[in-house]
Structure formats: C-alpha cells, structure tokens
C-alpha cells in the first residue's frame, strides 16, 4: 500500500520534536510538506514549505495539525471542506462552541478524522485497559503533576499559560478514565486551571473517579500515574518510555484508507471537550 501522503499544518517545538519525524518515517505515511505561519521554522523540517495553506491541500490527502487549539479549530474547518482526513491534537478547539464547529464541518465533509491522544496508542495503556474490563471496575484515580507551564519549557506556551492543566492534559486523563471507567456522564470541578485542579468524573454503570491536574508544581515530580480498583482486581498503568507515535501514524493511515472508523475521531474529541467546558465553567470565579 503506497504511504499517505500527509500535510502538516504548524512548525513549533512539538512538531518538529513529535510530527514532523512520526509523519516522515514510514511506512504508512510521508510527509508532503509544511504551512506554518513562521516559514523560517517550517523550513527547518526539510520537506517543501507552502505559501498558502490552499497550496499544502493540493498536496496531499490528509493533513495533521500541531498548532494552538484556536487555530485548529479555524484551519481544520478549511481542511475538511477541502475533503482532506484530519489528524488534530487534542484538545479539538479552544472553546466548546469551535469544537462543535469543526467537529460539525468534519461530519458534513464526510471525512475521516483521528485525535492524537497518545496515552491510548501506547501498548501498555492498551493493555491497563483490557485488564479493567475483566475486573467489574467501580472506581479509579488519576494524577498528572508537572511543571510544564514554569519557566522557559517548551510546552510554557501562550495558551497553555491562559487556560492551564485542564485544557491541556485534561483530554488525556479525561479520555483514559472514560475508557476504563465507561463514559463520563457528570463532572464536579474545583481548585484553579492555572494552579491545582480536582475533577470528580462520574461513569455510566455506576463508577466513580477522582483526577488531579496541575503544570506549575516544582522539584523532582512523579510521573503520570492512573489506577483502577474493580469488584475481582486492579489495574495500574505503570510509567512506560515506548513511543506511541508510530501507531498512531500506522492507524491514522489505516483510517484514512478506510474513510474513518477511529473510536478517537472529533465526535471522540467533542464529547471529551463539553466534558471539559463544564468543569472550566464550574471553576470560573
């Protein structure tokens, strides 16, 4: 099967550490260029560098996303109407009326989409999750401390620095309770996006989970840690250093074959930010 040819939209550290290299690689997909508002940074990923993003469309058949969330949401609409599939971050928009948005123009293009949330594409995280099914799971607890938003880290971004943990790894914790809790039917929120947040997720079937988010922590911080206790086990996800990106390359590539069928798509995304959307409103002062 020849490799998807792929466009990526946006040039930052991310890109260039995480996209840029799962797209080029293979085999399942290549990457067939770059637009980016800053075309001295595009330049440094050594494919072709587009001028106008109309002209990366024309290039390719699928494009990925590593940009803010605003600006995903504005450029993955012109991207669906233009019939590409989408690989989008997480979270799907800056806003719940955007994400509504784009989901919205996804679904009536017709055109695959896939999130990249990529706790789930990590075999280790597949394998926590098959292991809560088996254990008639009724609650669990979830924590991801860092100190991301100090300093000059590379992830200290403008937007992340306006809207904090919640939006930022939010989707990832949110996404993996959910998967191994069953869907998230409530949330009661409480603490500061920008300082300690606690959610209290409540699952249909009956579960309960707790998460505590924060990205402005100092010292030497433990890593992400998830765990979740059922009527016959538990099952804890352990830190885990493989790289889930070529999965994630290889089933984008599956999908867009496909024309879409990814449990992650933007309707995936959608649900994971009203979820969110919620708990920042009951968090506003």
Not at 7 to 19: I, N, Q, R, T
Not at 207 to 223: I, K, N, R, Y
Not at 231 to 242: C, H
């Amino acid at each position: 099967m020849e490799p998807v040819a792929v466009g990526l939209v946006g040039a930052g550290p991310w890109a260039e550490m995480a996209h840029a290299p799962m797209l080029s690689r293979g085999p399942h997909t290549r990457l067939a260029g770059v637009w980016a508002r800053r075309p001295e940074a595009a330049a440094r990923l050594g494919v072709p560098v587009y001028e106008r993003i109309e002209e990366l469309f024309d290039a390719c058949e699928a494009v990925a996303f590593c940009v803010p969330p605003a600006v995903q949401a504005e450029l993955g609409v012109l991207a669906a109407r233009a019939g590409k599939a989408l690989l989008l971050e997480k979270p799907l928009a800056d806003s719940l009326a955007n994400a509504e948005r784009l989901a919205g123009a996804i679904a009536e293009a017709g055109v695959a989409s896939q999130m990249v949330l990529t706790l789930r594409y990590a075999p280790q995280a597949r394998t926590f999750l098959a292991r809560c099914g088996d254990i008639e799971a009724f609650g669990g607890h979830a924590a991801n401390i860092s100190g991301a938003l100090l300093g000059d880290h590379h992830f200290a971004t403008p937007w992340r620095r306006e809207r904090g943990a919640l939006l930022d790894v939010g989707p990832h914790v949110i996404d993996l309770l959910d998967a191994a809790l069953g869907r998230v039917s409530g949330v009661r929120a409480h603490g500061d996006p920008l300082g300690w947040t606690g959610l209290l997720l409540e699952h249909e079937g009956g579960a309960v989970s707790e998460a505590s988010l924060c990205m402005s922590a100092v010292g030497d911080l433990p890593p992400a840690t998830f765990a979740v206790y059922g009527r016959t086990g538990n099952a804890v996800l352990m830190p885990f250093d493989d790289d889930p990106l070529e999965v994630v390359a290889e089933e984008f590539a599956a999908t867009v074959r496909n024309g879409g069928g990814h449990p992650l798509d933007a309707a995936h995304g959608l649900r994971l930010q009203r979820i969110i959307a919620e708990a920042e409103r009951q968090l506003a002062p």
